[in-house]
């Protein structure tokens, strides 16, 4: 999960990023293709408000259950769903203003799955 990586990384580096040298990577891929998205995402969850992005982080990053980052933050649950809420939209309508999609393709119906 390389966005993951990238994004701890973000946090506590000391802003020097290790050196590309490999041939594959300076093509221009698939691979570079999801490493700008990923440039974007961190970069919009550095733009979210500490409050939104203390929870996104906890929750999506550290993976913690969210019923202990509402314990650990002295907040309720359902304010912890919403500030989860907010910031999803945020990085959502942010990343979509750059061209991103980070919705899923909507499902074929299960008839036209059949018929093919």
Known sequence: MPFVRKFRGAKGSS??????????????SAGSALDAQNDILVELIKQLRPKLRIVLVK??????TRQAVADELRISRKRLDQRLTRALRCLRVGAEARGINLLPEPAAPV????AA
């Open 59 to 64: 929750v999506y990053v550290e993976r913690k």
């Open 15 to 28: 802003g020097s990023e290790p050196s590309r040298t490999d041939s594959a990577e300076s093509a221009p």
């Open 111 to 114: 008839a036209a799955k059949r």
